[in-house]
T-cell receptor, first 109, second 115 residues
């Protein structure tokens, strides 16, 4: 079956760096997405990786290794507003999005 | 503002009621989706419409009935729901389903409670 694994919850300190991991097993691969979802709000698109390597976008970076079925989202200079759930999703060979259950990130002062 | 608007934001309904959720997108997209989000579970895709044609129905019970009159509007008609159907229902849109890199954009969601 198809599966996305990510930690349920992580805690980090304001100003620090945190890495949220995502591993996947899917039928084919057409890209990996990261979304941010604040409590009670819509998930919002953060990044898309389809080739191996690191994509940097301001304080957020996303890394992909297709051979390892692995991605991470790196958040630098953490701010309180970064407290949210982070969703990992993989598009399989049928262009279906397979979603992880999300990682709740708690930022402490 | 995500460009995808859902109403109502909150809905409480009895098991014998009939209600509808509405979604409208202002992004010029051709695909629209209904997802169910329950606590600590992955998003569950319910229905997909691509160019107004339903292309996905992921074994959703018939008490949920979608309607897509045009590429900008999507409805989810609800009748004789069960308490376990209580969840956040998310509408989303994207430029075109079934293409690589197709990024979907979500609405704020409709919180549904079935009593």
């Amino acid at each position: 079956g198809q599966n996305i694994d990510q930690p349920t919850e992580m805690t980090a300190t304001e100003g620090a760096i945190v890495q949220i991991n995502c591993t996947y097993q899917t039928s084919g691969f057409n890209g990996l997405f990261w979304y941010q979802q604040h409590a009670g709000e819509a998930p919002t698109f953060l990044s898309y990786n389809v080739l191996d390597g690191l994509e940097e976008k301001g304080r957020f970076s996303s890394f992909l290794s297709r051979s390892k079925g692995y991605s991470y989202l790196l958040l630098k200079e953490l701010q309180m507003k970064d407290s949210a759930s982070y969703l990992c999703a993989v598009m399989d060979s049928n262009y279906q999005l397979i979603w992880g259950a999300g990682t709740k990130l708690i930022i402490k002062p | 503002e995500t460009g995808v608007t859902q109403t109502p934001r909150h809905l409480v309904m009895g098991m014998t009621n009939k209600k509808s959720l509405k979604c409208e997108q202002h992004l010029g997209h051709n695909a629209m989706y209904w997802y169910k989000q329950s606590a600590k579970k992955p998003l569950e895709l319910m229905f997909v419409y691509n160019f107004k044609e339903q292309t996905e129905n992921n074994s959703v019970p018939s008490r949920f009935s979608p309607e897509c009159p045009n590429s900008s509007h999507l409805f989810l008609h609800l009748h004789t729901l069960q308490p376990e159907d209580s969840a956040l229902y998310l509408c989303a849109s994207s430029p075109n389903h079934e293409i690589s890199g197709n990024t979907i954009y979500f609405g704020e969601g409709s919180w549904l409670t079935v009593v």
